[in-house]
């Protein structure tokens, strides 16, 4: 797997929280204590004080990924973005770009696991987010992939676009549409009028709205059930996230979403 995340990426999954809170500072106030409590756990030496308001910190963290859910996951009945049950407990959202070499990695290297270990046993909903950052060539990439979902082949096209990094010529609209056509793509005439239509630009501008909305900078982005993960982490970060996620799950009904 990758490396770890960059700092840039860090501190765009802080903000995309940040973002979407009302009492910002306030937030951020609980957010930053709650993460200078994690440094010191297993200290001897932390005041009492802080230990009793930690409940209340962990609360108004947990109303902030509620509200992060609630804005960002759709459950959209036969979304050919998404993979997994409607009604899974868990539901993973990815912002991403097609030129993004970290996230060709996640595609390649970590998606599968997830799929195998939690979407394939109804744990987990992954549901794609189309969010250019890179210019033309990003912008015509995701037009086709969504393109070819309206034709029942969003995730074969996706996974052929990951296959390797691929930048600038390589997604011209001719190689775009080789790949749309080995990938399963029956209808090309119709693949190519829908990758230029107005319904791709506007489902395009509704997933970047939707990201810039939440402080995205930098892709790939994640959020499980509404809690940021910071770029392409190791297979074991999105597992535990997701277990974790699922463990809430049982205690609270997790976010609805809707037919944004």
């Not at 979407?20 to 200290?43: K, N």
């Not at 270990?117 to 015509?140: M, Q, Y």
């Not at 990094?165 to 997604?171: C, S």
Request: proline share 4%; hydrophobic share 40%.
């Amino acid at each position: 797997m990758p490396v770890s995340a960059s700092p840039t990426r860090k501190l765009a999954a802080v903000g995309a929280v940040i973002a979407l809170v009302v009492a910002v500072i306030a937030i951020a106030v609980a957010v930053g204590s709650s993460v200078e409590g994690d440094r010191d756990t297993g200290r001897t030496d932390t005041p009492q004080a802080a230990a009793s308001t930690a409940p209340q910190e962990d609360a108004a963290q947990q109303k902030m990924f509620d509200d992060l859910a609630k804005r960002t996951i759709r459950r959209a009945d036969g979304d050919p973005l998404a993979v997994g049950k409607k009604d899974a407990p868990v539901v993973l959202v990815e912002y991403a770009d097609y030129q993004c070499s970290f996230c060709g990695r996640f595609t390649r290297e970590t998606q599968p696991a997830l799929i195998k270990k939690f979407v394939d046993k109804g744990t987990l909903r992954i549901e794609f987010r189309n969010f250019t950052v890179f210019g033309a060539d990003s912008e015509r990439a995701a037009r086709a992939s969504w393109a070819a979902g309206q034709q029942g082949k969003f995730w074969q096209l996706h996974d052929e676009l990951y296959a390797k990094t691929r930048k600038g010529a390589a997604l011209a609209e001719d190689k775009i549409v080789d790949m749309a056509r080995s990938s399963g793509v029956d209808d090309i005439e119709k693949f190519r009028a829908d990758m230029k239509g107005a319904d791709a630009e506007r489902a395009l501008k509704k997933d970047q709205d939707e990201g810039y909305q939440l402080g995205v900078q930098s892709t790939p982005s994640f959020l499980v059930n509404g809690r940021p993960v910071a770029g392409a982490q190791p297979q074991e970060v999105f597992a535990q996230a997701i277990e974790d996620a699922a463990a809430r799950a049982k205690h609270g009904p997790a976010a609805k979403g809707s037919d944004k």
